[in-house]
């Protein structure tokens, strides 16, 4: 078989996903497999709870292994949370080849270089990457392979992590029977499936908002500029409006997705919603603004975070292409239209849209944004060679039926003759 194939594995705060694609000789990408479970140990990003974790991983995996005699090795895995952090640092090598043309060995010698940073013993590199070059002192932004050159400096984003937070999911991935072929920052997997060159070619911020952290990456000349993990997500909007309304946690989640809207002035229709009421008490009517009126502050609250950190950046005045939206949190009703709001700047949701086949539809919802990405990103690096086994599917077969042995049974004639010589006999004895 030619074909590769890739399997990407989404560790969320409410959801674990998993998913198979297989890309063929040309090129074009076939889902082969979408599993989803409910994540039940996991809280803002980090594992809580290792079984419950493993259990998860385990049954979404179990729904992705659609094709009989397929058996998955291995994934290429996100990871986020609030301990992520980052900073940039400078990394300077010679070349010292006779033609002083630069290499792909050279790049590597500039990353392995940027790895001597030093950082505390509990975090660990995630990530290294370069975001521009200068050669000889002259400015290169994008790849400098095949130049000339005698002094290269890079500027690079170092992306790291808890060594504690990533060892868990290594723990968890394996303890469900799978090998972690990387662990990749989950912003920048979604950047794969729902950014365009042209998005980070002129500035954009990439706000994937998911269950229990708002994950950002801000882009301009096709680099990743500036990465942050928020702590504020859907679940603080779902326990708004729990402890608001004094319902159940179920409830608040069926509000918010069916009813919720993120700003109140784009609630058209004030219809009067009805909530069953909690041990026999009677029903609760609320009307679409006062559930807007919760939602809104705590939408409010993560923007400001959000603008605080593309401020930090030093890149808020090159945003050209504006916001793009993803994850189960950007589906809320007017939260383009609030981002663009307190953010002053264009948003937009972004859609992942990058398979031919299978199960491609389905993909094409921000709650898949990142484990379409990390798909990408393990195209990207070679993943794949390995994840999937084929197992050859062994018929049952029924344990062979023991033949019995019987004397052929006579004839009513048989039996007649017989009964006869008896007869006979027992009279010849008595004369």
């Known amino acids: 078989m030619n074909n590769n194939i890739i399997v990407a594995l989404d560790i969320g705060t409410t959801k674990v996903c998993a998913m198979v694609v297989e890309s063929d000789q040309n090129s074009r990408l076939n889902v082969l497999g979408i599993g989803t479970s409910k994540s039940g140990g996991m809280s803002r990003g980090v594992v809580a709870n290792i079984d419950r974790t493993v259990k998860s991983i385990q049954e979404a995996i179990q729904i992705a292994e659609s094709k009989p005699g397929t058996k998955i090795k291995s994934a290429t895995v996100g990871i986020a949370g609030e301990h992520i952090d980052s900073f940039k640092t400078n990394s300077i090598i010679t070349i010292s080849n006779p033609d002083h043309e630069i290499t792909e060995a050279d790049i590597d010698r500039l990353i ?44 690079m984003h170092v992306v790291t992590g808890l060594v504690t937070a990533a060892q868990n999911i290594h723990k968890c ?33 990439l706000l994937d908002i998911g269950g229990g ?25 779902t326990t708004d409006i729990r402890k608001g309304l004094g319902i159940l946690p179920e409830q608040a989640e069926d509000l918010k997705v069916h009813h919720g809207y993120a700003m109140v002035s784009e609630v058209v229709e004030d219809e009067p919603i009805i909530i069953p009421g909690i041990g026999g008490r009677k029903p609760i009517e609320i009307n679409k603004k006062l559930l807007a009126q ?29 916001i793009v939206l993803t994850g189960g949190g950007a589906l809320l009703k007017g939260m383009p239209e609030l981002v663009e709001y307190v953010l002053g700047v264009p948003a937009k949701i ?46 049952e077969t029924p344990p062979a039926e023991q033949k ?26 008595n004369v």
């Open 112 to 155: 392995e270089d940027a790895k001597r940073v030093h950082l505390s013993r509990d975090r660990e590199i995630i990530h290294i990457i370069p975001q521009e070059f200068i050669i000889d002192g002259q400015t290169v932004t994008h790849d400098p392979i095949g130049m000339a050159g005698v002094r290269v400096e890079a500027s």
């Open 173 to 205: 991935v394996e303890r469900a029977g799978l090998k972690v072929e990387e662990l990749v920052l989950q912003p920048l997997a979604s950047s794969y499936s729902v950014l365009t060159e042209d998005e980070k070619e002129v500035g954009v911020a």
């Open 213 to 237: 952290t708002t994950d950002l990456a801000v882009f301009e000349d096709r680099t990743i500029r500036h990465t942050a993990v928020i702590p504020i997500a859907g679940d603080h909007i």
């Open 294 to 322: 919760i939602i809104q502050p705590r939408v409010e609250e993560l923007l400001d975070i959000v603008a605080m950190e593309i401020k930090r950046s030093g890149y808020s005045r090159h945003l050209s292409a504006g």
């Open 350 to 395: 972004g859609i992942p849209q990058t398979f031919d086949g299978g199960f491609a539809r389905e993909v094409e919802n921000p709650i898949y944004a990142t484990a379409v990405g990390l798909i990408q990103y393990g195209l990207k690096r070679g993943a794949g060679k390995s994840t999937i086994e084929f197992v050859e599917q062994k018929e």
């Open 404 to 429: 019995v042995v019987r004397k052929p049974e006579k004839s009513f004639v048989g039996k007649g003759i017989q009964f006869l010589k008896k007869f006979i006999n027992k009279n010849i004895d």
